[in-house]
C-alpha cells in the first residue's frame, strides 16, 4: 500500500494517477474523499496534513509514502509531523516533495520552509528520498484568464530564467523512487531541459495558442500589493518577494541531469507542456 498526500494537488494527483496505472496499491489522503476524482480502484481517506490524528490513521498499513506537506510558511511542524507519522505507523519507505534552493540562504525565508521536514526525512531512519523541483510550467496557468480575456497578465514571479519543469515529470520522478530502492538516501534537484524566462513562456504560448499573450512586469511593490490582496499574510508575501528577488538575481537558472537519470528518458520542455494543455488557455 502506498499512501499519497495532498493527493488532488498538482504533483500528487498525477501520482495517484501514475501509480494505479502500474497497478499499485493507492491510498489518497483528501479533505474530501467523496469530491475526489480518483482513478478506479483508488482507496480514499479523509485528512488533511494539519490534522495529525488523520494523517496517522491514513498511515494505517501502508508500506511507503508521497509526503507534501508545505504550501506556506506555517507549515514547518505539519511537514516534520508527517515523517513522525510515518515512522510511526511502520511506513517503510517515504519521498518527500521539496522545492529547488531549499536551504540557500539568498532565498530568505522561502529557502527554510522545506527545511524541518527534510532534516526530519533524513534522520527518520526509513528508506528516503528528497525531490527538489524547480518552478513547474502549470504556474504559467494563473495567465489562463487573462489570455482568454485578451489583457496583460501580472507577471508575479520576475522575468528571470529558470529551469521550469513539467509536473508529469516531477510526479513520475516521485513514482520511480515510491517504487525503486535504488533511490534511498538521495535528494535530486528537478529541472528541464532549459533554462526559460516568463517573458519567453508567453512567447512560447503565443505561438501555440496563436493569439497575444502579454504580461504586465510588475515593481517589487506592485508584486507585493497583490500578493496581499490575493488574501496572502504578510510573511508568506515577504518570502515569496525574496524569491522573486532571487529568481531575478539568476539564482534559479539551473539545469540538472537528475530528472533524466531517473527517468531514462530527457526531460520535457516548457513548449511540450504548452502544447499538451493549451486548451486550458481556450
Known amino acids: 500500500m502506498i499512501?499519497?498526500?495532498?493527493?488532488?494537488?498538482?504533483?500528487?494527483s498525477e501520482v495517484v494517477r501514475q501509480l494505479a496505472a502500474r497497478g499499485e496499491k493507492v491510498r489518497a489522503l483528501t479533505r474530501d474523499p467523496a469530491a475526489a476524482r480518483v482513478p478506479s480502484g483508488v482507496e480514499t481517506a479523509p485528512g488533511h496534513h494539519r490534522d495529525r490524528a488523520s494523517v496517522e490513521e491514513a498511515m494505517a498499513g501502508a508500506d511507503a509514502a508521497f509526503l507534501v506537506g508545505v504550501f506556506g510558511p506555517d507549515d514547518a511542524e505539519h511537514d516534520r509531523g508527517l515523517v513522525e507519522a510515518a515512522r510511526?505507523?511502520?511506513?517503510?519507505r517515504i519521498v518527500?516533495?521539496?522545492?529547488?534552493?531549499?536551504?540557500?540562504p539568498r532565498l530568505g525565508g522561502f529557502g527554510t520552509w522545506h527545511l524541518p521536514g527534510?532534516?526530519?526525512?533524513r534522520a527518520s531512519g526509513l528508506e528516503w528520498t528528497v525531490l527538489r523541483p524547480s518552478s513547474f510550467a502549470s504556474n504559467t496557468l494563473a495567465w489562463a484568464q487573462a489570455v482568454r480575456d485578451g489583457t496583460p497578465a501580472p507577471n508575479l514571479m520576475s522575468d528571470g530564467e529558470q529551469g521550469v519543469v513539467d509536473p508529469r515529470d516531477v510526479s513520475e520522478a516521485a513514482v520511480t523512487a515510491l517504487l525503486d530502492p535504488r533511490h534511498t538516501g538521495r535528494t535530486y534537484t528537478l529541472t528541464g531541459p532549459e533554462t526559460i524566462s516568463a517573458g519567453d513562456q508567453a512567447v512560447v504560448l503565443k505561438e501555440i495558442l496563436g493569439r497575444p499573450v502579454e504580461l504586465l512586469q510588475l515593481t517589487g511593490s506592485q508584486r507585493r500589493e497583490q500578493l496581499l490582496g490575493a488574501g496572502l499574510g504578510?510573511?508568506?508575501?515577504?518570502?515569496?518577494?525574496?524569491?522573486?528577488?532571487?529568481?531575478?538575481?539568476?539564482?534559479?537558472?539551473v539545469v540538472t541531469e537528475d530528472l533524466p537519470q531517473l527517468l531514462g528518458r530527457p526531460a520535457?520542455?516548457?513548449?511540450?507542456?504548452?502544447?499538451?494543455n493549451q486548451e486550458?488557455?481556450?
Not at 88 to 92: C, T
Not at 96 to 104: A, E, H, P, V
Not at 268 to 276: L, S
Open 118 to 121: 527534510e532534516e526530519a526525512v
Open 280 to 282: 486550458l488557455f481556450a
Open 268 to 276: 520535457r520542455t516548457y513548449r511540450e507542456w504548452a502544447r499538451d
Open 88 to 92: 510511526a505507523a511502520g511506513v517503510r
Open 96 to 104: 518527500k516533495l521539496s522545492s529547488i534552493g531549499t536551504g540557500d
Open 234 to 253: 504578510a510573511a508568506y508575501a515577504d518570502s515569496l518577494m525574496a524569491g522573486a528577488r532571487f529568481i531575478e538575481a539568476g539564482g534559479n537558472a
Open 3 to 12: 499512501l499519497v498526500t495532498g493527493a488532488t494537488g498538482t504533483i500528487g
